[in-house]
T-cell receptor, first 114, second 115 residues
Framework: ETGVTQTPRHLVMGMTNKKSLKCEQHLGHNAMYWYKQSAKKPLELMFVYNFKEQTENNSVPSRFSPECPNSSHLFLHLHTLQPEDSALYLC?????????????FGPGTRLTVT | AQKVTQAQTEISVVEKEDVTLDCVYETRDTTYYLFWYKQPPSGELVFLIRRNSFDEQNEISGRYSWNFQKSTSSFNLTITASQVVDSAVYFCALSESGRDDKIIFGKGTRLHILP
């Protein structure tokens, strides 16, 4: 596979469930990102990882827990979510420490919390 | 503080018309980078172009052209002879030197191309 992949593409979960979103990049990049996209707030940056170290947590509630075991994989662990967390969750990657380089995005996971 | 404004929330044009999407940015840095992305209904953001603050040359790629003007802090996208496949949300974004790991996105402009 090439580019940035995300699984699952669609997820429906109850408020008491625990689930995880997975992102994998095959581009040799070192920085990875989670974004939340909803109708109310397009493209909210959630987390940034650079060389596996978290460099940004944009005041995200603790019910979202990121994990970056290596530069190619990024997870978003979800637990006790709220209906307002329903959104499209996008993963992106870019070369770490390269000035001005663009991000490459995955297709997203459409999350519905019931 | 850095900021990207896309004042046009939604635009509708008839196929084959030209359309310009506006982007105005704010930054205190002298070195910065600007981007345009396209998000079709499938959801994936597709990178279109990157421009650094020292390169004010306008660029054309197929039916897309970009007009970068530092004097007005604008980086506008024009689509010539629009097609239905151009229907998407278009995002303008800014990255500052020194915060290379972070890109600030505008709120996007939803473009409808009517057949």
């Amino acid at each position: 596979e090439t580019g940035v992949t995300q699984t699952p593409r669609h997820l429906v979960m109850g408020m008491t469930n625990k689930k995880s979103l997975k992102c994998e990049q095959h581009l040799g990049h070192n920085a990875m990102y989670w974004y939340k996209q909803s109708a109310k707030k397009p493209l909210e940056l959630m987390f940034v990882y650079n060389f596996k170290e978290q460099t940004e947590n944009n005041s995200v509630p603790s019910r979202f827990s990121p994990e970056c075991p290596n530069s190619s994989h990024l997870f978003l662990h979800l637990h006790t979510l709220q209906p307002e967390d329903s959104a499209l969750y996008l993963c992106a990657s870019r070369p770490g420490l390269v000035p001005g380089y663009e991000q490459y995005f995955g297709p997203g996971t459409r999350l519905t919390v019931t | 503080a850095q900021k990207v404004t896309q004042a046009q929330t939604e635009i509708s044009v008839v196929e084959k018309e030209d359309v310009t999407l506006d982007c105005v940015y704010e930054t205190r840095d002298t070195t910065y980078y600007l981007f345009w992305y396209k998000q079709p209904p499938s959801g994936e953001l597709v990178f279109l172009i990157r421009r650094n603050s020292f390169d004010e040359q306008n660029e054309i790629s197929g039916r897309y052209s970009w007009n970068f003007q530092k004097s007005t802090s604008s980086f506008n996208l024009t689509i010539t002879a629009s097609q239905v496949v151009d229907s998407a949300v278009y995002f303008c974004a800014l990255s500052e030197s020194g915060r290379d790991d972070k890109i600030i996105f505008g709120k996007g402009t939803r473009l409808h191309i009517l057949p």
